[in-house]
């Protein structure tokens, strides 16, 4: 096989939780006063709490916030999205990317995520996957988010590989050039997919199999 590891971003690859983010964002943002929507709520995919949050005050007019201010409101985002997070259970695990992930253990690849999410342990929780992954790369140990590649090399140095040996699975374009940047080879869902921003380009989450045990 070609490669040794595969590395999985979590949301929008394992399982989905745009939705939560989305409300709870807008809630935030609604008791700002500040407007948002799914469009804007897109450019959030993969980047970090605090990014995020200036992203969506790129529409805030009212007094200068400090620091600290934002802190709490990344603060108060994350206490709604968490909240909602515990609504997902293991039946919210595809078929699909569970048959594919046991496939490609069975071959004998080491599996990790490398996700910026500070809630990867606790979603994974909830999935049934809490022990599942031999890493866990997070928003807890990394300092810079996609498209930087700390997270994906910190992924690779817990499983003891170079970058070559592993393939990064993503489903946001941002993702997929952190990839690329730490010397990853991609394979791509979703909209990244659609973009054509991997080395493999997937129709569906289960033509992982081809792609990785050739």
Aim: charged fraction near 25%.
């Amino acid at each position: 096989m070609k490669y040794k590891a595969i590395i999985f971003d979590l949301d929008g690859v394992i399982c989905f939780t745009d939705e939560y983010h989305y409300l709870a964002w807008k809630k935030m943002a609604d008791d700002l006063g500040v407007y948002f929507d799914r469009t804007i709520n897109n450019r959030l995919r993969g980047v970090s709490r605090m990014e995020s949050l200036e992203i969506v005050l790129e529409r805030y007019d009212g007094p200068a916030l400090t620091q600290e201010q934002k802190v709490e409101l990344a603060t108060k985002k994350n206490d709604l999205y968490r909240e909602s997070l515990h609504q997902l259970s293991p039946a919210d695990l595809s078929a699909e990317v569970k048959d594919t992930l046991d496939a490609l253990r069975a071959a004998g690849l080491k599996l990790a995520i490398g996700s910026s999410s500070k809630n990867t342990a606790f979603i994974l929780g909830q999935l049934g996957l809490g022990n599942y992954f031999d890493a866990v790369s997070d928003g807890n140990n990394i300092t810079n988010s996609k498209p930087d590649p700390e997270v994906f090399l910190k992924a690779a140095e817990m499983l003891g590989l170079d970058p070559k040996d592993c393939l990064v699975v993503e489903d946001a374009v941002s993702g997929a050039q952190a990839g690329h940047a730490g010397g990853f080879e991609v394979a791509c869902v979703g909209d990244a997919s659609k973009a054509g921003a991997g080395d493999y380009n997937m129709g569906s989450f289960q033509e992982l199999r081809q792609v990785a045990l050739n």
